[in-house]
């Protein structure tokens, strides 16, 4: 057995990610191996890209604690002032942003009564189809029939393509980015863990002045899907993560424009695909 012991520390270490399958890494290998398993190398985003989720984690440290509100503060405070033009030396349009969602759901009953009663971070592992696997619940309390997640967005009722090997639709922001994988995943460590069947429930607040809020529920048998879709692809992830299968680029994402060498011509139809 391994010494690593997972811990609030070092949840998004890469040793962490060598350990345990997440949600997002996963997430990651299924929309381009290449980048993953760069990320897993230590490659990192350009600042543009990780924007909208170091704000994310802004609100969430908010609800947090104070003191892992202080900490983001202290860890983030360069990148949160702007340093040129008529705004300079002032807190960002994010963040005021940011501010406005901590502010419409700390002045909210129901979100007092049921995400901030509950416990923070709690970090769960597991097996899943052999794996191991960590997630980290936003709010819970331990033996609860409901467990609850906070996401920022820009519109919640905006409509997305998805892409669905089966049969393409149009949906929502949680299924853009593929929340019932993760809400399935929690689900099951819960399951592991307490014993419970427990069901997720979004807390979604929007980047609009005034923000937009709302709980949002994930039907069960979208849940078994993205289940199901996990432990049908998860070996092939595990080659590849395990290095047994060199990993297929997409030749699309920031990581594959950024390490990209002109080739083969492509038909034009090949753009769309
Ligand atoms: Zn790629």
Aim: charged share 25%.
């Amino acid at each position: 057995m391994t010494a690593f012991r997972l811990s609030n520390s070092n949840y998004y270490s890469q040793e962490a990610n060598q350990h345990f399958q997440s949600a997002s890494m996963f997430k990651g290998f299924q929309s381009c191996e290449a980048r993953a398993m760069a990320q897993l190398n230590g490659w990192k985003p350009a600042e543009t890209e990780s924007k909208a989720l170091l704000v994310g984690n802004y609100v969430h440290s908010y609800f947090e604690s104070p003191e892992a509100h202080r900490a983001y503060i202290e860890d983030n405070k360069k990148q949160m002032i702007s340093s040129q033009g008529k705004t300079k030396g002032k807190l960002k349009s994010d963040y005021r942003d940011a501010d406005r969602m901590i502010a419409a759901l700390n002045l909210d009953k129901r979100f007092q009564q049921s995400y901030m009663a509950g416990q923070k971070e709690i970090i769960l592992t597991g097996k899943i189809g052999g794996v191991p696997w960590m997630g980290k619940l936003d709010s819970y309390i331990p033996g609860q029939s409901f467990f609850m997640d906070l996401k920022t967005v820009e519109d919640m009722h905006k409509r997305f393509w998805i892409a669905d090997p089966v049969k393409g639709h149009w949906g929502s922001f949680i299924e853009d980015r593929n929340y019932p994988l993760q809400m399935a995943v929690y689900q099951e460590l819960i399951e592991q863990k307490y014993h419970i069947h427990a069901e997720p429930i979004i807390v979604a607040v929007t980047k609009q002045n005034p923000p937009d809020k709302a709980f949002v529920a994930i039907p069960q048998e979208y849940l078994d899907t993205a289940m199901s879709q996990l432990l049908e692809v998860q070996d092939h992830i595990e080659a590849v993560r395990s290095g047994r299968i060199p990993p297929k680029r997409c030749e699309q994402c920031d990581y594959c424009r950024a390490t990209k060498h002109l080739g083969q011509i492509i038909s034009m139809n090949e753009l769309i695909e």
